[in-house]
């Protein structure tokens, strides 16, 4: 094991995998070491049966796009993430077409938003008036028409009331990724690479500046047992739900004042091949008051390893594991002086939330098929498994007026000497990967990132990056156009 690495990531997911790509392209003659406590890499939040593997670009997402008090619809959040999803799909045509990984992780979904109601039926009317001024989401239809939305999604409208006032927004151009093969790909692409080391079942124990300045890695080999120690320039904690208790142990001041809510999650998959079949888009919902953005409701057509499943859910529940795979000691040993306030002041400030989980954790069987048959009205029990999903860390950070407040997005924290980063977080996670990595680079190498070189370099990758919004918006079809191609998404046979 090489002792002084430029570069140590903690954990082998999509976050991590996608940085070491960057920074390999940018400055090939680094050293990156990458550690993983798994025995494989993207078992935790990047695998597909853990991840809602929708490509997240607000086209369907009705948690993105919130109705303000005078009756208008902020479109602000929706329009940045899929901008961001759009600069994930750059990035990823850049790998394809280096041949640095194959296309075949993302397939053609299309994106539906469903509701019922005379309420959310005008939400989403507005909803689609505000987001279709915007050329990212140039195409979305809407319709009320009761056969439109049966051709659209004929399991949701099967023997549905149709006395019901019903409504659908759709983007052709929706897309289901497989974050977790897309990750297995770029770790084999990176371990061709000169000065690239992934070890698994390696799990870091302890970060400790050195009086130089370098991160000294403490690392515990969990098969045989024995720690060894390393130093790194730089250290990126890209490890899910564990990057947390990380954070809190590298003592850097940034880390202050930041907890974790852990949200588990469910799935019904269903096990039925024709009602798969009948099949074939995304449907979101309405999230229920005081749920998380990761509980949306979503009846959602999958491609997994090359075969197409069908899943509902997810249903939330309680575990104090910060990870699937971790322990029930991680929220207990993460609670410390410094972010006791702002968990107790968050936890009183979201009632609704804690609420929502006792309502979900006690749910039978019955109830969870109730809550299918909203969606899926002709549903049957023995059509359908409950599988386990993934586990997700909500952030919790310091507020000066609430206290601590919950943020359901990702948050970047860095080190003022930039020499460690950490993400924490879960929605939209990794569908917008690329950008919080940029973030990453931009907050960590500034001057390096400033630099002729890098602008270059990252343009190369990313055609779309340090063009102005009006540049983008006048370059949005041709760029869409040309990752569409690239990465095979109008190629109907991948599924």
Known sequence: MKPKPDIVLIGAGIMSATLAVFLKELMPDISITIFERLHKAAEESSDAWNNAGTGHSAFCELNYTT???????????????????????????????????AANFINHVPHISFVWGDDNVAFLKKRHQALTQNKLFAGMQFTEDTSELKEWMPLVMQDRDETENCAATKMDIGTDVNFGALTDMIVAYLQTLPDVTLYLNHEVRDLEKTADGKWEVTVK???QDDKIKMQADFVFIGAGGGALPLLEISDIKEAEGYGGFPISGQWLKCTNENVIKQHAVKVYGKASVGSPPMSVPHLDTRIIKGKKEL???PFAGFSTKFLKNGSYFDLPKSIEWHNMVPML????????????????????DHDRMDALRAYYPSAKKEDWELVIAGQRV??????????????????LVCSADGSLAALLGASPGASTAVSAMLNVIKNCFPEDFNSAHWQSKLKEMIPTFGKSWEEYDLLCQEIREWTSDVLKLDANDKQ
């Open 221 to 223: 080999n969990l098969e």
């Open 394 to 411: 909500q952030v919790i950070k310091k507020d000066e007026k609430e206290g601590g407040i919950l943020e359901f997005g990702t948050e």
């Open 345 to 364: 002041s968050a936890g009183w400030h979201n009632i609704p939330l804690t609420k929502y989980l006792i309502q979900q954790v006690t749910q039978s």
């Open 311 to 313: 899943l509902f859910g």
């Open 67 to 101: 109705e303000k008090e005078d009756g208008s619809i902020d479109i602000s959040k929706a329009i940045k993430i899929a901008s961001q999803f759009e600069t994930s799909k750059q990035f990823w045509s850049y790998l394809v077409q280096q041949k640095y990984i």
